[in-house]
T-cell receptor, first 118, second 113 residues
Framework: GAGVSQSPSNKVTEKGKDVELRCDPISGHTALYWYRQSLGQGLEFLIYFQGNSAPDKSGLPSDRFSAERTGGSVSTLTIQRTQQEDSAVYLC????????????????FGSGTQLSVL | AQKVTQAQTEISVVEKEDVTLDCVYETRDTTYYLFWYKQPPSGELVFLIRRNSFDEQNEISGRYSWNFQKSTSSFNFTITASQVVDSAVYFCALRGATNKLIFGTGTLLAVQP
C-alpha cells in the first residue's frame, strides 16, 4: 500500500491478556517508530528502529512492552499482561533514511490501533 | 533532556480570525529539528513543516506561517484567516541527535463558523 498500515484498527481485550499490534511501514522506509496516545495526552515515544541498528527502547514504559522488527520491515508491538492503563491509541510511523544515516524529517503515520483493556 | 511544551490545551476562534499556537522546546543538542504536525478528527497525523536549528528564517506557506526564535526556544505556528477545516489537534515536535522525535501534548484548535 501507499501508506503506513496498522492492524487491528481496534482491539478490545481483558486485563491480563497479551496483545500484539502490527505495523507495516511504507516500503523502503528504514526508520520505524511506535508512539502511544492516551486520551487528552500528547504522543508518548515508545521505541525507534533504524535499519539494522539496535533499537532505541528508552520509551517503553515497562518490561511488559516489547517490539520487534523483522527483516527491516514489519514491526510488532507486544504488550503482555495488559493493564487498564495500557488503553490508548498506538501509533506507528515510518520515514526514509537519508545519506549519512540521518532520518528524513518527514514521518508518515498510520491511523493507529485503538486498544481498550477492560 | 529534551522537552516540548505546548501550554495552550485548547483554543477556540471564529472563522477568519488569525490564531497562533505556541511551542517552547528544551534541548542540549546544538543540531536539532523542529516540526509541526496536524491531527484532524480522522486521527492520522499529517506533517506540516520541519525547521533545523541553523535556519531561523521564518516560513510562510499559504495561510500558515512559522516563527522560529532560538533566543526564546520557541517555534510558534500562526494560521491566518482560519477556516473550519483547520480544526484539529496540532502537535509541535523536536528531534535531536538521537533521532528520537519528542512531541508536545498538542493544542486542540476549534474554528467555529
Amino acid at each position: 500500500g501507499a501508506g503506513v498500515s496498522q492492524s487491528p484498527s481496534n482491539k478490545v481485550t481483558e486485563k491480563g491478556k497479551d496483545v500484539e499490534l502490527r505495523c507495516d511501514p511504507i516500503s523502503g522506509h528504514t526508520a520505524l517508530y511506535w508512539y502511544r496516545q492516551s486520551l487528552g495526552q500528547g504522543l508518548e515515544f515508545l521505541i525507534y528502529f533504524q535499519g539494522n541498528s539496535a533499537p532505541d527502547k528508552s520509551g517503553l514504559p515497562s518490561d511488559r512492552f516489547s517490539a520487534e522488527r523483522t527483516g527491516g520491515s514489519v514491526s510488532t508491538l507486544t504488550i503482555q499482561r495488559t493493564q487498564q492503563e495500557d488503553s490508548a491509541v498506538y501509533l506507528c510511523a515510518s520515514s526514509l533514511t537519508v545519506a549519512g544515516g540521518a532520518t528524513n524529517e518527514k514521518l508518515f503515520f498510520g491511523s493507529g490501533t485503538q486498544l481498550s483493556v477492560l | 533532556a529534551q522537552k516540548v511544551t505546548q501550554a495552550q490545551t485548547e483554543i477556540s476562534v471564529v472563522e477568519k480570525e488569525d490564531v497562533t499556537l505556541d511551542c517552547v522546546y528544551e534541548t542540549r543538542d546544538t543540531t536539532y529539528y523542529l516540526f509541526w504536525y496536524k491531527q484532524p478528527p480522522s486521527g492520522e497525523l499529517v506533517f506540516l513543516i520541519r525547521r533545523n536549528s541553523f535556519d531561523e528564517q521564518n516560513e510562510i506557506s499559504g495561510r500558515y506561517s512559522w516563527n522560529f526564535q532560538k533566543s526564546t526556544s520557541s517555534f510558534n505556528f500562526t494560521i491566518t484567516a482560519s477556516q473550519v477545516v483547520d480544526s484539529a489537534v496540532y502537535f509541535c515536535a523536536l528531534r535531536g541527535a538521537t533521532n528520537k522525535l519528542i512531541f508536545g501534548t498538542g493544542t486542540l484548535l476549534a474554528v467555529q463558523p
